[in-house]
């Protein structure tokens, strides 16, 4: 049982090129997230979804896309890739379903470096 | 939005004190309390989940209580040890399971 996967672990990009991040979970989940994490802001939700077929935005979604593929999969694209998203992205996943207190399982990471 | 505060940011402290730290929040609004504990490199791991019945969790040596009508939670750690150090986030989820993080508290335990 892996868990929750993340690729890649490491990316460096050039101002303006895209790239999709990858995220997989096995756990039969419902709901997937993604955050990206920077010095002193904690994590903050960048899109999630529910369930499979539903797409979110959270609470900085400005310069990303997100495809559930399936109810295993969530990618998250950055089309043209600023300095200001050189950060730690995560990806969460947790059962739900509604009046549930499931809690979120996270991936590895990946720590990407925008030039 | 959920505003989720934690404070202290960080805290240093020795090897055997007890220690504590509070995350706050304005409305009970959300349909759960979360902790989570992570280590540098790592990804964050769940500690506890508590509903707004507001039951005391307790795991080893962590404990956490629930305070939904003064709206806060103290995450307490007794005897705290070196490889406790780590940064503890607190969460709130909605109806949706969307999950609100505060900025956490970074704990150094000193041998």
């Known amino acids: 049982n892996a868990g929750v996967t993340q690729t890649p672990k490491f990316q460096v990009l050039k101002t303006g090129q895209s790239m999709t991040l990858q995220c997989a979970q096995d756990?039969?989940?419902?709901?997937m997230y993604w955050y990206r994490q920077d010095p002193g802001m904690g994590l903050r939700l960048i899109y999630y979804?529910?369930?499979?077929?539903t797409t979110d935005k959270g609470e900085v979604p400005n310069g990303y896309n997100v495809s559930r593929l399936n109810k295993r999969e969530f990618s998250l694209r950055l089309e043209s890739a600023a300095p200001s998203q050189t950060s730690v992205y995560f990806c969460?996943?947790?059962?739900w379903g509604v009046g549930s207190t499931d809690t979120q399982y996270f991936g590895p990471g990946t720590r990407l470096t925008v030039l | 939005i959920l505003n989720v505060e934690q404070s202290p940011q960080s805290l240093h402290v020795q090897e055997g004190d007890s220690t504590n730290f509070t995350c706050s929040f304005p409305s009970s609004n959300f349909y759960a309390l979360h902790w989570y504990r992570w280590e540098t490199a790592k990804s964050p791991e769940a500690l506890f989940v508590m509903t707004l019945n507001g039951d005391e969790k307790k795991k080893g040596r962590i404990s956490a209580t629930l305070n939904t009508k003064e709206g806060y939670s103290y995450l307490y750690i007794k005897g705290s040890q070196p490889e406790d150090s780590a940064t503890y986030l607190c969460a709130l989820s909605d109806n949706f399971n969307k999950f609100y993080f505060g900025s956490g508290t970074k704990l150094n335990v000193k041998p």
């Open positions: 756990m039969n989940h419902n709901s």
């Open positions: 979804s529910a369930s499979e077929g």
């Open positions: 969460a996943s947790s059962r």
